[in-house]
Structures are given as C-alpha cells and as structure tokens.
Nanobody, 122 residues
C-alpha cells in the first residue's frame, strides 16, 4: 500500500520560509520521480516542482529561485523548501509519485497525499 503524508504547512507572513515534508511508504523515493503540486482556492491544481529518480530537478516559473525540492533517501521523504513566500503561494500543497507521462501534468501521477495547507498573509 502506497501512502504519502505531507506536513509543514501553516499560516505565515509574506517573506518568510516554510519547509514542507512528504513521508512516503510503499514506494522508494530514490527510484521514483516525486513532485509537489498546489491548488489555490478556486483554481486548478498546478505543478510546482519535481525531482526525478535520475536527472535534474524542475520548477514552475512562478517558484523558480525561491523553492527547492529535495529528498532524503534514508528517511524516504521528499521536501519542499519555500523561501520568500508570497500571498500568491497560498494553496494546498500535495506531493505525488509519478506513474507515467509528462512530469508537469497531474495525470502523470498515480499516488497523492492528502495535502498540507499554506496560507501567506500580506
């Protein structure tokens, strides 16, 4: 059984940092492409960042230079370090394991966590 459990969200002021965690069981993060997506109120879920099992990380243009995705293979956990947060970063953030297809698309991912809410106040 595959489970992804996110944590680390919260209510913060603009400009601060947060680190989200995604603890994974049933899949090995070092052997799978892992990604973070987010869904803001009233909007569709969108790609944030991905870390492949081999290769370089990828980011949405809106977070490039501010967010960093990483993984700890020993803990089988994926992280999203978010710096210089902005009100437009407010969303529910979810991690996912890629199944097949284009890594920036929601449909490429087969397993999802329940999400963690991030609210950034101006």
């Amino acid at each position: 059984q595959v489970q992804l459990v996110e944590s680390g969200g919260g209510l913060v002021k603009a400009g601060v940092s947060l680190r989200l965690s995604c603890a994974v069981s049933g899949r090995t993060v070092s052997s799978n492409t892992m990604a973070w997506f987010r869904q803001a109120p009233g909007k569709e879920r969108e790609f944030v960042a991905a870390i492949p099992w081999i290769g370089i990380t990828s980011y949405a243009d809106s977070v490039k230079g501010r967010f960093t995705i990483s993984r700890d293979n020993a803990k089988n956990t994926v992280y999203l370090q978010m710096n210089s947060l902005r009100p437009e970063d407010t969303a529910v953030y979810s991690c996912a394991t890629r199944r097949s297809g284009t890594y920036r698309l929601v449909a490429a991912y087969g397993y999802w966590g329940q999400g963690t809410r991030v609210t950034v106040l101006s």
